[in-house]
């Protein structure tokens, strides 16, 4: 068993600096006992991360709900309004008007924003996208500023996207630049 899951299965928790058990069976307390005293430094700090990276979160909570708030408003009156504006009944400036008020949220907290995204890609269908997100999410709760990991995460994407793709390519044509990757057959395609 690893040290998380002796956490879990017996609730360890810190308790003022003291490591405290429950759930523990009388026939395997001093199997436990053992185990937790040639490991304790590893579960302690690992429990003082875990305090650290949920009080982050608790600190954030606020913002992350504004966020959210913000995106589910966006949602429901795009929805509406794109089907006034198809019906030439309402101005784009309405749609315009919805996105300034969610990117003024979003700006306002930037890290509440990027936390979002990681969870959400923490929780993809694509192994990838979720590794990444899982990666950023404990970035973030560990302190690391939310720009470098929104820039991690993006760059962490582009190269397994490459990576998959079977290796790429830049070509430079004037002052624009064009990836190309090969596909099964192994010619060179631009992505």
């Known amino acids: 068993m690893q040290i998380n899951d002796y956490i879990e299965k017996y609730r360890m928790v810190l308790d003022n600096g003291k490591l405290r058990m429950f759930d523990v069976p009388k026939k395997e307390q001093e199997a436990v006992m053992t185990f937790v005293k040639s490991h304790q430094s590893e579960i302690v700090s690992f429990l003082s991360i875990t ?14 709900q ?10 429901a009156q795009y929805g ?15 749609i315009m008007k919805i996105e300034r008020e969610y990117e003024e949220v979003a700006r306002k907290h930037p890290k509440a924003k990027t936390y979002i995204k990681a969870k ?25 500023h939310w720009e470098i990991v929104a820039k991690d995460m993006a760059k962490e994407w ?3 996207i490459f990576r998959d793709a079977g290796g790429y390519q830049t070509i430079q044509s004037g002052t624009q630049y064009s990836l190309t990757a090969r596909n099964a057959a192994g010619v060179r395609v631009a992505i």
């Open 51 to 64: 305090a650290t990276r949920t009080r982050a979160l608790k600190d954030m909570e606020e913002e992350i």
């Open 158 to 160: 582009r190269n397994q």
């Open 66 to 75: 504004e966020v959210l708030n913000a995106e589910a408003k966006k949602a």
């Open 80 to 94: 509406l309004y794109a089907k006034a504006i198809k019906a030439k009944a309402m101005p784009e400036e309405a």
């Open 120 to 144: 959400r890609w923490s929780e993809s269908s694509n192994r990838w996208t979720r590794a990444i997100g899982k990666r950023a999410v404990l970035r973030l709760l560990d302190g690391v």
